[in-house]
Each structure stands twice: as C-alpha cells, then as structure tokens.
C-alpha cells in the first residue's frame, strides 16, 4: 500500500512537474538565526547578514510607531528570502507577487524576494514584515487599504548607524502615478474591508493609492490646523467595531472620500514633503549562528511554504523527499494536505506511525479524524455516528499530546477546543480556545468558536464581543452570515 500511494503522487506530479522549477531547491539555502529571526535563504552571507542587520534595526524602530505591544506567546516566526525574483515567482506561481505574510497558531512564516529589476528586497521584506508585526500585536482589526498602506509607508524606514529614524519618505514618481491615473476610484479603496486586488501586489495603481492615502493620514493637516494623526486612533476603532471605513473617514476625519484624490493630488504636488525623525537603539555587531540546509532540508522548506499557492511545485517537492526518505515525518504531513481525502489520511496516519511524538502529525491526523464525524450528506450519516465517539476521543488524545509543544500548542488548543464543543464540554472549549485565542486574537474563526463557547456557557456579553469579531472581520460572507446567527440566539437568551 505504500509503495501504491507513493507510485500514485509521483505520476501524478510527473504529469503536472515542468522544467522551470528544476534547480531553486539546488541551490546554496542556509539558515541564519540571530535573537529574534530566522532566515532560510539562498543570499550570500554577506547579503543575508546585511539584510538581518536592517530588519533588526526595522523591529526597534517600528515598534515605537505601531500600537500595543508585541504579545509573549507567538508562534516563530520563519523568513524565506529568495536572492532572485524570478526563483520567488517560480514557488508561488505568480508573476506579480513580491512578498507575502502569513500567520498561523503554529509558525507564521515571512516570505519575500527583490523585484521584477533585482531591487528593493529590503523594502519588501520591511513591508511583510510590518503585516507581521500588526497581526502580533493585533490591538485592533484594520481594513485592507490602511493595512496595506501602512506596511507600504513603513517600508522606506531607514535607520542609521547612530540610531536615528528616517520615516515618511516618499517614492515620488510611484505614488504620483498612481494617483494621477489610478484606475480605480478611491471609495472603491477606502470602501474595501478584505482584499485589494489580490494578486497585484505592489505593482498596482490601487496599493499606490493606498500607500498615498496612509502617508497623507499620518502627516497632513486639515484646513482648520489640526493633525489628521491626532484622530487616526478614533477613526481605526471605530472601523474594527464595525463601521464602515467611508463613514468613519467622514465622520470622525471630517474627510469626504469622494473628493479625496483632488486633495492627495494637491498634497504630493511638493517636492520635499517633511519626513518624522527620531531615535532608536542599535546594536553594534548582531549575534548570529549559520548553517547550509542539505538537499532534503532545502526541499521540504520550499514545499511547505509553497505550498498554498503552488500545490504542484509542493507535491513534487514533498513527494521527492518521502521517495529518498519514506518515514520523513514533515513531508508526509504536508502530502496529507495537498492529496484528497483517502490519501490524505492515509498519509497521516503514516507520517503518525513513523514518530507517534511528532505534534504536527498528531495534530494533522486529529484534524482529519474530526472530519470524518461531520457526515457526508450520503445516508451514511447514522453509521458514521456509531464510530464518532471513538473518532472523536481519539483524536482528544492526539490534541492533548501536542498541547505539551511550546510551538504547537496554540493549534492544538485549537483543536481541543473545537472537538470540546462538539462533544458539548463547554467549559472545556472555552478553556482551550482562550489559549487559542491569545495566540492570534485577530482571527476571526478562533473568534467565532470563542463566542460560541462563551454562549454556551452563558456569557452573552463576552459572546457577542467576539461574534461580532467574525461579523465584521471574516473574509469569506458565509462565516460573516454564520456570525450573525450565533448572534441572533444570543439575542433570543438576553
């Protein structure tokens, strides 16, 4: 059976494999760890160290800037950095991506790599870096336009090497463009809560829109002398309790969005717009370990962070690694992922057998044995039942052995939380899902089951907090309609 499943992925990566993705997994990736970040990445030394050096003094300038502080209890945080830009487009199949953040309750991963001309890859990476540091101090939940903005803002910091802060400077000849000739109206950019445009990252008119609107809202005055920075606080609460983003702008900016571009247009009309200067500490030489990652190591890097975009370029590369390395725990977890659902858990159960103590293939074989209890729709619905109970303990078992990880922890609490629902344990559920939440409290799913467990243990008012997190802040409107019927029972037990 093993050889039968492994023969199957790797015909059917054969199929799908083409000749451009040869070699990035070849090349010479290291990793560079340092007090605060680790860099998987095929610079060389010199770059990498370079490029760890301004990050790190990025970390302690920004954290003056943004709100809140840095929660203790992160997940790691990993950086892929690529020295080509093509390489980048390659493993995440896209011709326009730049860079991207993603957070998850067991590691959230930076990924980013130079332009399309071989440039600014430290203002790239500055700029998911900062999406990064939002979501790590998530005091509030912020829309697309100013997230993105922001990140574009801060992106052109600079710290030099007494400690001073160079924020605010402007790309002239980009932000100019963008708003002379958007292609866009600026409501459509204010009025977006979720995404803008997601696969023209940086390279679009609408982030150059963005970036010029954040970088007016933290400098400009209005026409009574009065700092539009002095009110950004109030008006960015307001948005993340459910106002929209145009009627905060008017009420509470005493800005109409519809005649903003005149206004931005006239703004970035000088040459020399004043930048904000301050200081901050340095250090003088940065600690650092190095080491090259071997073939297999380099691979399942790759695959794992490839693989939500670029699901081909991931089987291929996991499916490589388990044909030199059939027990290799890692690979086996994120096939379990990519295949369908009878290779899926299959997979899982290998990658568990292989090492019982793994927390990831722990928690991915709970993941799917929780799955199974949902019901199929197919009229097997009551010959599922009969097993649910066993299935369900089971996996309670494999989510607590996992809960002894400091690194995955967050995810299984998680899952704790969810199966304790389902089993209608709501003090429990509650229990876990607090832990989950304090790892990533602006998810809004993590605060949809929070305030489900808080409704069922009859906490109204903390279950409509975050209810109406997922109400307001779920991308995807079948959750944001699933909020508001949890609401509504809230409503009728009130």
Not at 286 to 311: H, I, P, S
Not at 408 to 419: E, F, K, M, P, R
Request: glycine share 8%.
């Amino acid at each position: 059976m093993t050889r039968r499943l492994l023969a199957v992925v790797t015909v059917a990566v054969l199929l799908v494999s083409t000749g451009a993705q040869a070699g990035i997994e070849d090349r010479d990736w290291c990793l560079t760890s340092t007090a605060h970040f680790d860099l998987v990445s095929d610079l060389p030394q010199d770059e990498a160290l370079a490029l760890l050096g301004s990050l790190d003094r990025f970390r302690s300038a920004a954290s003056a800037l943004l709100p809140g502080s840095i929660a203790t209890d992160l997940p790691p945080l990993k950086l892929l950095v690529f020295a080509r830009s093509r390489d980048f487009g390659t493993t995440f199949n896209s011709t326009v991506l730049a860079g991207f953040a993603r957070s998850s309750l067991s590691q959230s991963l930076l990924a980013s790599g130079p332009d399309r001309e071989g440039r600014h890859l430290h203002r790239n990476v500055f700029h998911e870096y900062t999406h990064y540091l939002l979501r790590s101090r998530a005091a509030l939940n912020l829309p697309i336009w100013y997230e993105e903005g922001l990140a574009s803002y801060l992106s052109t910091l600079s710290v030099d090497g007494t400690g001073m802060v160079v924020v605010g400077r402007v790309p002239y000849r980009y932000v100019r463009g963008a708003i002379l000739s958007p292609g866009v109206s600026i409501m459509d950019v204010v009025g977006e809560r979720f995404v803008l445009e997601a696969d023209h990252h940086e390279v679009s008119n609408v982030y150059g829109v963005a970036w010029a609107l954040v970088r007016f809202l933290h400098h400009a005055k209005a026409p009574d002398g009065t700092r539009y920075a002095d009110r950004l606080g109030a008006m960015l609460s307001a948005i993340d309790e459910g106002m929209s983003s145009v009627e905060a702008m008017r009420s509470i900016m005493g800005i109409d969005p519809a005649g903003l571009l005149l206004r931005l247009r006239k703004y970035y009309e000088k040459d020399e717009l004043p930048v904000y200067r301050f200081r901050t500490e340095t250090v003088d030489r940065l600690a650092f370990a190095r080491r090259c990652l071997d073939g297999t190591e380099a691979r399942y890097a790759l695959a794992e962070a490839a693989a939500f975009r670029n699901r081909k370029f991931a089987l291929d590369l996991y499916t490589q690694i388990v044909d030199s390395d059939p027990g290799h725990v890692g690979a086996l977890v994120g096939l379990s992922k990519l295949v369908d659902a009878g290779l899926a858990l299959e997979f899982a159960e290998r990658a568990h057998d292989s090492d019982p103590d793994d927390p990831a293939a722990g928690i991915r074989l709970a993941e799917l044995r929780v799955q199974r209890c949902r019901g199929s729709g197919d009229g097997q619905e009551d010959k599922q039942k009969a097993s649910c109970g066993q299935e369900l303990q089971s996996a309670i078992r494999l989510y607590g052995q996992a809960l002894e990880s400091p690194v995955h922890v967050g995810a299984a609490a998680y899952g704790l939380g969810i199966v304790s629902l389902a089993v209608d344990q709501s003090n429990d559920a509650l229990r876990y899902l607090r832990a989950a939440h304090a790892r990533a409290p602006w998810s809004p799913q993590i605060n949809y089951y929070l305030g489900e467990a808080y409704r069922r243990v009859g906490d109204l008012e903390n279950a409509r907090r975050h209810l109406l997190k997922t109400a307001y802040w779920h991308p995807e409107e079948s959750w944001r309609n699933r909020a508001l019927q949890a609401m509504a029972l809230v409503d009728r037990s009130d």
